[in-house]
């Protein structure tokens, strides 16, 4: 069974502060993770995509790939009120299918 | 504008009843995907297609039919069978060479009363 495992929070993060959400796996032969934000009541939109080892930014956020150690992180610069959400993160394994965690409830104190 | 429409956006269902959720994509997508997510929960996998005319099973398919006889439409009938239908339902759509970055629908929330 392959599994994608998040801490489901609340996370919460003073506005202008760092937000970092983690996500582990279970199987090795992963292909790549997306990240997804969603809102209360809205459905996930996709945020950012990684599929090799290593960093990938994209403005405010980054996401981390160490497939070694089966850990994919997303990291928000500059956190805003806005990014108060739900974070899924999900996995290709292989298989023509995304696997998904249960998301990280994040809320940005103002 | 191009993407995913799923109506409605809110569905009452009686006990007995089976009801269709639509899904339609513009997006020229080759696969098509139905998933349900619980209150606190992450999404599971009722149903997905990647070509017309073929489907397979998610993980939790007991209870859910679908149909794939266009490429833009994917509709998800939830039977009578499946005894726990109150959820949220997200449709989903990506393209053959990204086949699982997917892009949602904006959702049905079914309710039993």
């Known amino acids: 069974q392959k599994e994608v495992e998040q801490n489901s929070g609340p996370l919460s993060v003073p506005e202008g502060a760092i937000a970092s959400l983690n996500c582990t796996y279970s199987d090795r032969v992963s292909q790549s993770f997306f990240w997804y934000r969603q809102y209360s009541g809205k459905s996930p939109e996709l945020i950012m995509s990684?599929?090799?080892?290593g960093d990938k930014e994209d403005g405010r956020f980054t996401a981390q790939l160490n497939k070694a150690s089966q850990y994919v992180s997303l990291l928000i610069r500059d956190s805003q009120p806005s990014d108060s959400a739900t974070y899924l993160c999900?996995?290709?394994?292989?298989?023509?299918?995304?696997?998904f965690g249960t998301g990280t409830r994040l809320t940005i104190i103002p | 504008d191009g993407g995913i429409t799923q109506s409605p956006k809110y569905l009452f269902r009686k006990e007995g009843q089976n009801v269709t959720l639509s899904c339609e994509q513009n997006l020229n997508h080759d696969a098509m995907y139905w998933y349900r997510q619980d209150p606190g929960q992450g999404l599971r996998l009722i149903y997905y297609s990647q070509i017309v005319n073929d489907f397979q099973k998610g993980d939790i398919a007991e209870g859910y039919s679908v149909s794939r006889e266009k490429k833009e439409s994917f509709p998800l009938t939830v039977t009578s069978a499946q005894k726990n239908p109150t959820a949220f339902y997200l449709c989903a759509s990506s393209s053959s060479d990204r086949l699982t970055e997917a892009f949602f629908g904006q959702g049905t929330r079914l309710t039993v009363v």
């Open positions: 999900a996995g290709d394994f292989g298989n023509e299918k995304l696997t």
């Open positions: 990684i599929y090799s080892n």
